[in-house]
């Protein structure tokens, strides 16, 4: 079998011809940013076990392990991050987030972030990444994603400060106050049957309580103390959460609230001011 036949076979198996394409550069032992070098080599023939190889990669996507896992890159906001079944696979939307902590933090020299919830760190390390002047903090309950995180920002030399703990709780953030806290909470509900199809990632990444909102309740009760004088706090959430969550940050006196869109034109984000005089 050639490259190009293996590709369509993966194709007719119901593989989107990009994750083919990714999988079995992965599998070659090339960069999955290589495809060109896939059409150069289109008729190239697999050794049996490069097809068999091949094969249990896809057999793998098939049962809905993220690409992210099976390569152990995912790339995000332009940085390669390392990822495995001990962090959330970083999603593309998430970037959104970051350019709305970017654009508010424009005009502020040396800004304090803080990253709730850090997962790989990919929202963090994006951050200190475009602002090289920052002190970016992120935070994490799981010791295993803080040893992710950590690893990412090493390898990509980003001075992120972690630490292990429960939202604002187990850490010192007592007497530091942000300009920006970030986060990308896990915010599915615990009955939704989507998390089926999620089962290869973290469920404690993923799903908060009944409604999916049990953190995002959280996160707004306790933020405002922890902000600057009209500092952000800017959420993530699921695709019907905008209006419920822009209710938490208006009952607890959050001001310029309002919701940002996703890649597919969902309302994804929503966030809110601290009051200048609190
Ligand atoms: N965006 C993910 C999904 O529903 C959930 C991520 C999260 O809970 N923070 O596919």
Known sequence: MNIQRALSHAQALGLPRLEAQM????????????RAWLITHAVD????????????????????????YITGHKEFFGLDLQVDARVLDPRPD???????????????????????????????????????????????ASAEALAVAAANAQRLGLAVEFYQGSWFSGWQACD?????????????????????????EPLSALASGADGLDDLRHITAQALPHLTPSGWLLLEHGFDQAQAVQDLLGNQGFTAVQSRPDLAGILRCSGGQSPKVK
């Open 94 to 140: 998430t970037e959104v987030l970051v350019e709305w902590a970017l654009s508010v933090l424009a005009d502020t020299p040396a800004p304090r972030v803080l990253d709730l919830g850090t997962g790989s760190g990919a929202i963090a390390l994006a951050l200190q990444s475009a602002r090289p002047d920052a002190q970016v903090l992120a935070v994490d």
């Open 23 to 34: 999988l079995l550069l992965h599998s070659l032992g090339q960069s999955v940013h290589a």
């Open 45 to 68: 023939d697999l050794s049996a076990p490069q097809a068999a190889a091949f094969d249990a990669l896809v057999q793998r996507r098939l049962r809905h392990e993220p690409v992210a």
């Open 176 to 200: 530091t106050q942000f300009d920006v806290i970030v986060s990308n909470p896990p915010y599915v509900a615990h009955n939704d049957p989507h998390l089926a199809a999620l089962r290869f």
